[in-house]
């Protein structure tokens, strides 16, 4: 599967975004998704994650409340809506896929910046 991530843009402090990642093929399915985001300077981070089915959600401390995971598999697409956005949530965000089977995400789009003024 490989991963388009777009949606990312420049946005006031308590502004939504909400980001898409479109999978190309017919197996996204298959895949448990998940955001992560990298800000200047620091490691990158897990935002959140959505398992194969999207019944299972979860987020990290730093976004649980503001930001919302979700997933289409018909139209083989992964979202991540952002509300509540604080100068902090500035990073470049990554969609990654990996089989539930796998303990790491290996396959990843190439990010989308997202910049909250404040």
């Known amino acids: 599967v490989q991963l388009q991530a777009s949606g990312g843009g420049l946005v006031q402090a308590g502004g939504s975004r909400r980001l898409s990642c479109v999978a190309s093929?017919?197996?996204?399915?298959?895949?448990?998704m998940g955001w992560f985001r990298q800000a200047p300077g620091k490691e990158r981070e897990l935002a959140a994650t959505?398992?194969?089915?999207?019944?299972?959600?979860k987020y990290s401390d730093s976004v649980k409340g503001r930001f919302t995971i979700s997933r289409d598999n018909a139209r083989n697409t992964a979202y991540l809506q952002m509300n509540s956005l604080r100068p902090e949530d500035t990073a470049v965000y990554y969609c990654?896929?990996?089989?539930?089977?796998?303990?790491?995400?290996?396959?990843w789009g190439q990010g989308t910046q997202v910049t909250v003024s404040s």
């Open positions: 990654a896929a990996k089989l539930p089977s796998q303990e790491l995400y290996d396959r």
């Open positions: 959505i398992n194969w089915s999207g019944n299972i959600a």
């Open positions: 093929g017919r197996t996204f399915s298959l895949y448990d």
